[in-house]
């Protein structure tokens, strides 16, 4: 079988390694399509994967994904060989997080599920879903938490900073949950197209004019003139634009960072203080998955604009390239020969 691993900075492949054996706990998928995350490059960028036990590679690529289950141990008695899945690729039980500093990766032909008899490993999906529109559910979760996260109500006043993959989605959820404003900030013309596409009210294109003044005009004026924004959610890990977002915060205003940050950031906690401002950080989906694969099998056309480009695996390396430009959206690798 194939898999890309990530062998040191810069430096990865596809590589043919010997099939997977499973054991009775286990289940063994043939893996569809699997999406190019933003920790991916990452990843490729250091040599180094994972985030609770960073590992310097080689190691395996790729956790955003949906396949068929092609075999299962006899202890596995909720799912069947021939159910398409997807895969919840954290288990802190089985002690397995694909992509993420494990052996296994999803960037691969088959992929070892751990521990497959805990109910949520394997999410299965409903009828006709593409599996590239279901290898959706991991960045989608990722925003569906990050929203949860938020407190934001119907009658709240969001501002999402940054509309890559996750950003995108967390408009996505905002809108479909009936939040009554929504602004999309970035720097990328394309991507706040995009996000208008997709329900928000408003665009604002990040460096284009002072940043409250254009929140004033959407939201109204606050107490001591600041924008009458409710909620901030970082989804663009840009140190500036947090320091930014403080310093124009309105009282009691909330911000929600789920964007990963590389390195520490200052932050203005005085200002904070002052304002009562509440700060929420948010990873991951806890409790999201089933909803957002129902969600995506219930809305599966209109999600399919939320993939900008596919690949087979065999062009991993341009699906890589795209993945950083600013106008793609989610890429998509498909694993079929």
Not at 17 to 24: A, C, L, M, R, Y
Not at 179 to 190: F, I, K
Not at 319 to 330: D, F, N, T, V, W
Request: net charge negative; proline share 4%.
């Amino acid at each position: 079988m194939r898999a890309v691993f990530v062998h040191a900075p810069q430096v990865f492949s596809i590589d043919e390694v010997s099939d997977p054996e499973f054991g009775d706990d286990d289940a063994l998928v043939r893996v569809r399509a699997c999406g190019v995350c933003g920790s991916d490059l990452a990843y490729i960028d250091s040599g180094v994967t994972g985030f609770n036990k960073p590992k310097l590679g080689p190691s395996a690529l790729g956790h955003e994904s949906a396949g068929e289950i092609i075999a299962v141990g006899r202890n596995v008695s909720h799912l069947a060989v021939g159910e398409r899945v997807v895969i919840n690729p954290v288990d802190y039980v089985a002690g397995q997080t694909i992509g993420n500093g494990g052996p296994e990766g999803a960037f691969a032909d088959l992929i070892l599920v751990r521990n497959a008899t805990r109910v949520g490993r394997l999410i299965p999906l409903a009828d006709g879903l593409d599996f590239a529109v279901a290898a959706l559910a991991e960045p989608m979760g990722v925003a569906l938490h990050a929203v949860n996260r938020s407190g934001v109500t119907a009658d709240s006043r969001v501002v999402v900073l940054g509309v890559g993959p996750i950003g995108l989605g967390a408009v996505i959820w905002l809108k479909h949950k009936g939040v009554r404003h929504v602004v999309a900030v970035d720097l990328s013309p394309e991507r706040l197209e995009r996000a208008t596409r997709f329900g928000a009210d408003a665009t604002i294109l990040a460096g284009a004019g002072d940043l409250a003044e254009q929140l004033r005009a959407h939201h109204g004026v606050g107490r001591r003139g600041a924008p009458d924004t409710d909620v901030y959610l970082d989804a663009a890990g840009a140190p500036a634009a947090l320091a930014e977002v403080i310093e124009i915060a309105k009282f009691r205003s909330r911000l929600t960072v789920v964007a990963v940050y590389k390195k520490p950031v200052l932050m203005d906690l005085s200002a904070m203080l002052h304002k009562e401002m509440v700060l929420t950080t948010s990873v991951a989906y806890p409790d999201e998955l089933g909803e957002v694969v129902e969600f995506l099998g219930n809305h599966a056309e209109e999600m399919r604009a939320y993939i900008s480009d596919e690949f087979a695996l065999t062009d991993f390396t341009a699906a890589i390239r795209r993945a950083r430009e600013p106008s793609s959206a989610k890429i998509m690798v498909r694993m079929d020969r």
